[in-house]
């Protein structure tokens, strides 16, 4: 079965060039602005979006994501809302693919069959849980994959050649290299680095790698997307939501910030092989 996410990355791979995964929290800074730069992502250039599903203790995470879940979660954002917000942007685009993003613990809340049953429904093509080991993967990976759902795992600079092939087992849509060790929002020390991890995972699988973390600008994107088949923002899209606010609130300048640096980030991955 084809998905949504295979065939957006074999577009990019055919125009030569990486994909744009952009990360947004759900709900951020509020349910209707939120709606509202999901609904922009992609005629900015977003090839996929990672829509974060808020949590109160998000590990893997730094400031500038756990805020803009703390933002989420204050104005009333829920499991079914986050769904709610996927349904609403089917209505308008049915073509790119959204992977929801975040922890084990409100999906467990929720049910897992429900969360399948009902993320499938909703029109979600793909689900990153960052805390579910492979060790796990009879927990959730093994039914989102038998329900159509994509299961992208996360690799480190410290996942070693033995435990690669564990992390790829049920790996599905893609792979998210993870840049360094730490938390979201830092910075990539060594951009050779990342490529020769990537060239390292892509001996192992013939997925599509996408690397995340460090990446803060469209110089950021040509560079890293030389090396891969995607680059991952996040960060730096969620902090321009804060900055974007006045008294905590959204303002008019809250979506279009998303969608400038969006934009910017856009060329970056079209010049990245050019």
């Given at each position: ?12 791979k ?9 990360y947004?929290?759900g ?25 974060g ?53 409100p ?14 429904e ?46 790829l087992?049920?790996t ?26 990537v060239?390292?995972?892509?001996a ?13 600008t ?6 890293i ?11 730096v ?17 809250t979506?279009?910030?998303i ?11 079209r010049?990245?092989?050019?």
């Amino acid at each position: 079965m084809t998905t949504r996410i295979d065939a957006r990355f074999a577009q990019c791979k055919a125009e030569n060039r990486p994909a744009l995964v952009t990360y947004v929290m759900g709900g951020d800074p509020d349910l209707a602005t939120g709606q509202a730069i999901l609904n922009a992502l992609p005629q900015a250039g977003a090839d996929i979006i990672e829509l974060g599903m808020p949590f109160s203790d998000p590990m893997a995470d730094g400031v500038a994501i756990q805020l803009g879940g703390q933002r989420a979660l204050a104005a009333g954002q829920t499991m079914l809302g986050v769904l709610g917000m996927v349904e609403e942007f089917r209505r308008k685009d049915e073509n790119t693919p959204i992977v929801l993003m975040g922890y084990y613990n409100p999906i467990y809340s929720f049910g897992v069959d429900r969360f399948i049953a009902a993320a499938k429904e909703a029109g979600v093509d793909g689900l990153i849980v960052v805390d579910l080991p492979a060790e796990e993967d009879a927990e959730l990976c093994i039914p989102a994959l038998k329900a159509g759902l994509n299961f992208i795992r996360l690799t480190t600079p410290t996942t070693d050649d033995r435990r690669l092939p564990v992390v790829l087992e049920n790996t599905s849509g893609f792979v998210y290299y993870v840049s360094m060790n730490g938390v979201t929002g830092s910075v990539i020390k060594s951009r050779g680095a990342v490529g020769e991890a990537v060239d390292r995972i892509k001996a192992h699988t013939d997925l599509p790698v996408a690397v995340g973390f460090g990446i803060k600008t469209a110089e950021d994107a040509a560079e890293i997307g030389k090396h891969s088949d995607g680059i991952v923002v996040g960060s730096v899209l969620v902090d321009a939501v804060a900055r974007s606010l006045e008294n905590g609130k959204a303002t008019d300048k809250t979506v279009a910030a998303i969608r400038d640096i969006v934009a910017d980030l856009a060329g970056g991955v079209r010049r990245a092989r050019n």
